[in-house]
Each structure stands twice: as structure tokens, then as C-alpha cells.
């Protein structure tokens, strides 16, 4: 991708579809794809509507059981719903609605708050604009390059200057480069890299990027059976070139020997380039549909549709499938489960079962008869890599202070110690560019008033910092005891803005962590396949088993890892799935 210009075109609080479009055409032309835009544009829609394979309130009687309670679950629920069927979703976790979307609040009035899972929404993910505009969120930028932001590699500091001068000159000789890899700024060593191999291909070999098939082109199984450092030596970079560039793509970064087929479903849509986010918190999404599949007059979420041609569902929150088998006399699914606080065990026997757990969960329910081998070996060996995040509230936001050149408002600093990134709230952007607009249209002396008051006004206001590492160092931060991980924390976020030691102590008043690898109902944070997991398990992954009776859904069963356009294009692919299957073989 590149980091020189992406910036150029304005992004506008709740784009329309046409400027979301817009913004993804302008993208995938600054590297040279804008021939995947229809590709892209068509593998990201949602799929048909669930209506149109079977009619409202059809499956009236129908009954459903909905493993998991996060996104895929959701929307699988919301779209059965339409058809009138009797659906029970379980959910494990009672702690938060959403699973791997997780927005804590530090304030009651939740004003200040951090993502601990889902935090960003590129313009080319259409299923989850889809459900977005269904329940009518608002969003506004996410701002994911600050040319004021800090890169901090091997001691030394640089700025995150869109023509990367600041990293050449200040860190560059920190590196055994490569004569031409040092008269090269960073962000075209990471798209030579990282993009380059892309365009080895044809467009329509790129797209089974995005798709589930049973079979892959001979250059899709070549990036599929190496990892990402194998691609960087094959593009000739120097390991000390790797190991710089490297850090500006963390989840690449510090996943080296993971499949490079998988990382680069970011990539090949250009994820990165126009970020949204949903004001008040991401908890918006997974609380928008939680009231609309409870709700007996749901309103506009369902269309036009009668209320009295929709299902039921029942929320089973806190309650945990410990068990899944088939009945031996008609062949229908059976779940054993007991809610988490009291162990009461149950066991109910259901038409038809989603399951939209992750496989590294999935592995310790007891499965009988056992699902078809590949699946079952899925369920062992997919795998999840491990991340933490850790926010801290900050009394006043000592990043946004100095001048011009020194604010940091929004965006990301990248550094090679533990905590790997630190993200900077990006709410302010809006009211700087304002304040900036004022002063270029008012008077020297009335702007050096309005600028002096104003900054003082600006920064003097509480704000969230938030720490995020994946694999190793995720591991090694999340097996500090909470105190010393706190102090280890502070310490080196003061290192990056070269601030003395100590000086956070005064202004981080609170703080939160999450280590995704301990979470019970998760056991791992993102599902990243290791090479030729792709041929090996995508396809069997979300082949449904029970004779048609168990369908899967989840980001690990799509085709779009480790965001929400995975699981809600999953949950919704799942729900029409069943709805063809009840139509086809069970009516």
C-alpha cells in the first residue's frame, strides 16, 4: 500500500456509498489495482437477501440453536429471524455483548473509552457498511497516518513524515542497508515488499484472495505455502531491510512465519488506506442488533416485513455449549450446555445449529458423532495468534501538546520495544482542522490569541492511549503480573516520546488490559493462518456437517480474517445456507 498520499482525498463523517467508493477507487489506484474494484467491490457484498430464498415467517416453527453470541452469531440470528424461526443463541460470555468487539468505558457518561477488539472499518468492507447503515450508526474517520506521529527503532526517534525523510535520516543508520534500500524511503520498501508480489498475478487469480474454494490457482497454493518472511527475502530485501520495514506492519511484523497468503487479505483491499470508526464505541454494533433480534416491533431493521412474520429468539447469555451430537433416530442436533455461573447442565434437541465459536474453542466441546476428518483437523490445528491491549487514561493529553509539528492527533506510533504501537484518539482532527481554518482567516494578532487559548483548551482534557502487540511480545507483556506489565507499559511509551522517566506516573490516573489468549470463551485473539492452511482447511472449514444440519460461521470460516466483514458475511452466508438446505431437503 502506499503511506505517501492516501491521505489526499477528504473523508466525510457517515460517507455514502459513492464516497466510500470514491475513496476505495482512489486507494487501489495509488498501487496500481484499481482493476480490482469490481472484484473487490462484489466478493465484500453481502450475499442475497435471506427473503429471497425463502418467503417471511416461512420457517415459522423452525428451531434453531446459534453457538456464540458475537458478530457471526448476530447476524445469522437477525437475518433468520426474517423467516419466523424459534431461535436460541448461547453465549458464553456474560461479561459484554459482541464477542471479539469489546469497548471498555472509563466514565460512566461513556465519554472516554478504548476498543479492545474490532477498532477500525475500511471503506471496502461492504456487508459491514451494510449492517452500519441498516442501524443508521454514526461514524466518523479513524485516522491511521500522523505525519506527527513517532517511529522509535533501535534508540532513535523519527517523525512519520509522508516522504519518510525523518526515518532516513535518523534511524536509517541504525540498519546494514543495502545502498538502494537507503536512497529508498520506508513506505516504498514496504510496498515492494509487501504489495509488489500482488501484481505477479492477474486480477481475477487476486480475487480467490477473498474466496472459499475447493481448489486454488497455482499462484494463490505459491503464497499460500510460504510465509511472509520467505516473500521479503524472495523480493531480494536485505534481513536488516525485513527486519526495519517490519515494524511499520505489526500483525505482519511480528507474525514473520505465518502464511503470507492470509496477511495479505489486508492488502489485496487495500484496508488500511481509509479507516472509519463508530462514534460512542464499536459496542454500538453488537448493541444495535442485540435489540433488534429481542425486540417483538424491531421497526425499520426489519423493512417491511410483519412483525408477525417474525421469529423469536432468546438470548442465552452466560451459558456455555459443552456438547454437540446428533440424534440417532431422525438425525437432528443436539446441545448439551450449562450456564457458567451455576454448572446446571441441559441438553436440547433443535431442527438446525450455527456454530460461530472459534475453532479454539470449539476444541474442547465434545462432538459425537465426531464431524467429517478435515473439519475435525481444522478444529486441532487452525491457527489463532495471541495479542494484547492495554488503554491508558490520561488526565490531559500530553501528546497533543507543542506546536504545529509536534501535535500528535490521531494516528499511530510504531516502535520496535514490546508494546509494539501506540494509538492516539483521533476525535480531536476535526475540531484542529477547524481551529486551523479559523486562524488562517483571522488577523495575526487575533490568531496568536485564539491559538494560545485554544491549545490550552485543547489539551487540557482527558484522553485514551492505547498500547496494542500481537505473538511474542503480546505473550511476554501479558505474563508480567498486571502491576509490573502497568509500570513496563508507561515506561516505554515515555521512551518513545522521549519524555523522562517517571513523567506518566502524574497523568495516567487509570488504566485497562486484555490478553486475549486468557479470555476463556476465546483463547486467542485473530485467527492468522500458518502456510497452506488455506488449501488445507478453508474449504472444509464452512462445509456445513449433520447431514446439512450444523452450519459454521465465524472470521475463521470466512475468507476475510480477523475483521468484522468476516464474521457478518459469514453469519449471513450460514443463515442462507440453512434456509436453502430446510428448502431443499428437510421441507
Known sequence: MSFTSMSSPQQPDNPTNEQRHSLARYALDQIGRLEDFPFIRGLTSPPGDITSIARP???????????????????????????????????????????????YYFDHEKKYYAEFGAARIPVTHETTWHYINLFRLNTSPFIQVNENALIYLRDSRARNDPQGRSVQKYIYPKYALNEWEKR???????????????????????????????????????????????????????????SLISNFLPLAGQNLYHSYLDYVQELYTADLAFLYQIQGGFANLPLAFYKAILSKNPGGSYGRIPAACLGRVA?????????????????????????????????????????????????????????????????????????????????????????????????????????????????????????????????????????????????????????????????????????????EIKKEIEMVHGLPKGYLDSIVTDFKTLNWNTEPWFRGALCLYSPEQKRLFSYASAWPEYNYRVFFAGEHISAKHRWMQGALKSGMEAANALALAYKSFWR
Open 315 to 487: 438470548w442465552m447469555g452466560g451459558t456455555q455449549v459443552t456438547g454437540i451430537f446428533m440424534d440417532g433416530n431422525d438425525g437432528k442436533p443436539v446441545l448439551d450446555y450449562k450456564c457458567v455461573k451455576v454448572h446446571n447442565s441441559m441438553r436440547e434437541k433443535f431442527d438446525y445449529v450455527i456454530c460461530a465459536i472459534p475453532f479454539s474453542t470449539l476444541r474442547t466441546v465434545d462432538i459425537r458423532p465426531l464431524f467429517s476428518s478435515l473439519k475435525m483437523q481444522a478444529i486441532k490445528e487452525v491457527n489463532y495468534i495471541p495479542a494484547q491491549k492495554t488503554a491508558l487514561f490520561c488526565n490531559r493529553r500530553f501528546w497533543e501538546e507543542g506546536g504545529p509539528h509536534e501535535q500528535t492527533i490521531g494516528g499511530i506510533s510504531y516502535t520496535d520495544l514490546p508494546i509494539t504501537q501506540i494509538w492516539y484518539p483521533s476525535e480531536h482532527v476535526r475540531y484542529c482542522n477547524k481551529r486551523t481554518d479559523m486562524i488562517k482567516n483571522s488577523s495575526p494578532l487575533n490568531s496568536l490569541h485564539f491559538k494560545r487559548a485554544n491549545t490550552r483548551q485543547f489539551v487540557e482534557v482527558p484522553g485514551v492511549l492505547t498500547v496494542y502487540s500481537f505473538n511474542l511480545d503480546a505473550t511476554r507483556l501479558a505474563n508480567m503480573n498486571i502491576h509490573e506489565r502497568f509500570q
Open 184 to 242: 529508498t524511503p520506508w513506505q516504498e520498501l514496504v510496498c515492494y515488499g509487501f504489495e509488489r508480489p500482488l501484481l505477479n498475478a492477474s486480477p481475477a487469480v487476486r480475487s480467490e484472495i477473498l474466496q472459499v474454494l475447493k481448489a486454488y490457482s497455482p499462484q494463490i497454493l505459491y503464497w499460500d505455502d510460504r510465509d511472509i518472511r520467505k516473500i521479503l527475502e524472495t523480493s531480494r530485501l536485505s534481513r536488516e531491510a525485513i
Open 57 to 103: 415467517g416461512e420457517l415459522k416453527g423452525c428451531k434453531i440453536g446459534i453457538i456464540g453470541g458475537g458478530l457471526a452469531g448476530m447476524a445469522a440470528a437477525f437475518e433468520l429471524k426474517k423467516l419466523g424461526c424459534d431461535i436460541t443463541v448461547f453465549d458464553a460470555n456474560d461479561q459484554w455483548l459482541g464477542g471479539r468487539v469489546h469497548t
